[in-house]
């Protein structure tokens, strides 16, 4: 290339490397033609080896502009990393769905409002970002891809994270949910209104708090304690811990309590309830009440009227029964749970040996009729069915006696069970007390009742 040639190319390098721009210095002799080679090789001479616009070294060749600059070479930036990434292996803020049944009716019981979680439950996961792609610039020179943005695990409240630290995990049994964009996990679930259908039923893994009524047909279930503030209609509550309603319990036939701890109530009526524990209130009315400890009724009514109830140990009130003499019935001194399953068998036994019975006489007419010759294949098939549910009975009643007199010695496991009444007994109450019972003919008051002997005694209170 001769002098006049180089004098007339300009090359500039961007400060980054990553562009070069050429020009041409317009020239006092005729236009010379420059070859596109010849400004290739004054590009190696600067070193530029990458990016170059071959497309527009060829249209130099013949047309360009004087000092207009071209953009000749461009190198290639490097492309970020993608992201890291929070994956969820659990639904946050549940919106309400209720179910479309198939006749049409919209469920609003089953609204499925609550994600539980145990402790130790995974419930995000941290993806770490991935690297980029280097970019090179026009010197052939490799620049290195940014790393993409990195996520933190948003840890809230009742969380922790894993040691590797990928892993969010619930630190606590309870439901999880989501509160400025971090992932908490409540202990408890407080409703602050009514349990109905704007709530559906509750299924909750700990405690749960109702502020308001739990409606008739709802139901709360509870991995720990539950506590309402208002008053519980027909509703089933039912509760690993205790029950405590600060109101009471109007069932209306139809209400059940259930817990493996205590029960606390201000009334019961006509409800269903029962508690591993003790059970306490200040009325207990018409209900089916059952403890494997004691019962308490106390407090300004005291009164327990209508109804049974059975306890292991004891049954207390002020008053029990009424003027009225209504029937009312008190059994302690012997498990609930085992004396209700012992006669559950019991129904059970008599009610196969009906079955059996008839199933007997079916056999014994058909084999009859079989001596004579004249039974049919129908009936053939009728004789084979009958037979062996004939024999499938007498297996069922077998092992229904041997589970009965498995219960038997439990049952002979009494405990010193006793009723009390601070005031009055009326006429029309049954007690048990073990295997012995008595039914009060006259008001008494101030009064123990006991077993000695195989005989209910009545003593002064204490």
Sequence with gaps: MNHSIQEEINIEIASNKMFAAISFKPLEKENIEIKSIEIEKLLQEKGICFGIDTKLLRTLEKTRKPNHKYLIAQ????????????????????????????????????????????????LVT???????????NIFGESIPAPLGKSLRLPQGKNTVISEDGCHLLAAVDGQVILVDNKVIVKKTYEIPSNVDPSTGDIDFIGDVVVKGNILTGFTVKSGGDIEVYGVVEGAYLEAEGDIILHRGMQGAGRGKLKAKGNIIAKYIENSSVEAEGEIHSEAIMHSFVKSGAHIYVEGKKGLIVGGVLRAYQSITAKTIGSSMATVTELEVGLDPSILEHYRLLKKTIKKLEKECKQTE???????????????????????????????????QILKTKNEVEE?????????????????????????????????????IQYCTLYQEHGVIKIDVYR
């Design 361 to 395: 006489q079916a056999v014994e007419l058909l084999t009859r009729v079989q001596k004579n010759g004249e039974l049919s294949k129908d009936k053939r098939q009728l004789l084979i069915k009958c037979t062996r549910a004939k024999i499938q009975i007498q297996q």
């Design 407 to 443: 219960l038997s010695p439990l049952l002979d496991m009494k405990n010193q069970g006793t009723v009390k009444a601070l005031q009055f007994i009326y006429p029309g109450v049954k007690v048990t007390i073990g295997n012995s019972n008595i039914s009060i003919q006259e008001e």
């Design 75 to 122: 190198g290639q930036q490097p492309i970020i990393g993608k992201p890291g990434k929070l994956i969820y292996h659990v639904e946050i803020n549940k919106e309400v769905k209720p179910k479309i049944q198939e006749d049409g009716n919209v469920d609003f019981h089953k609204l499925d409002l609550i994600e539980n979680v145990k402790k130790g439950q995974m």
């Design 126 to 136: 941290v993806e770490p970002p991935e690297e980029g792609i280097p970019g090179i």
